[in-house]
């Protein structure tokens, strides 16, 4: 199975009209995105609730824990990049330190979940 790993780039270009005076300043945004392999053993837990929320969390292997950025909670398009795959609405809203391979999702309950 492929995923998207994506980089984010800024790119600031200044000129100069003056050698002591900048003038203008423009930022680009680039962005890359290669595909690459992801292995296919992530876990998945059940849903567990309570009045607000469902919960579920997610177990990754080693391989892609590993590339997880330390002590940040993901965007969707983050984890699934790493293979995640899940319905719409999940958030990424917590991480437990000693196990920093699950991460713990939760969406808000509706009548239609």
């Known amino acids: 199975e492929y995923g998207t790993l994506s980089l984010s780039l800024n790119i600031y270009l200044y ?3 003056h050698p002591l005076r900048l003038s203008h ?14 292995p296919r053993n992530i876990q998945y837990s059940e849903k567990y609730y309570d009045d607000q ?6 177990i990754l292997p ?3 824990a590993d590339l997880l950025p330390k002590g940040t909670l ?5 984890w699934r990049a790493l293979g995640v795959q899940q319905s719409p609405g ?3 809203y ?3 330190s000693p196990e920093p391979h699950v991460l713990l999702f939760r969406r808000k309950l509706t009548s239609s979940n």
């Open 53 to 58: 929320y469902e919960y579920r969390h997610v």
């Open 90 to 92: 999940w958030i990424h």
């Open 62 to 64: 080693p391989e892609i």
């Open 25 to 38: 300043s423009h930022q680009f945004s680039l962005v890359l995105s290669a595909p690459i392999k992801m």
């Open 94 to 96: 917590a991480i437990h």
């Open 74 to 78: 993901l965007e969707e398009d983050q």
């Open 15 to 17: 000129i100069y009209t």
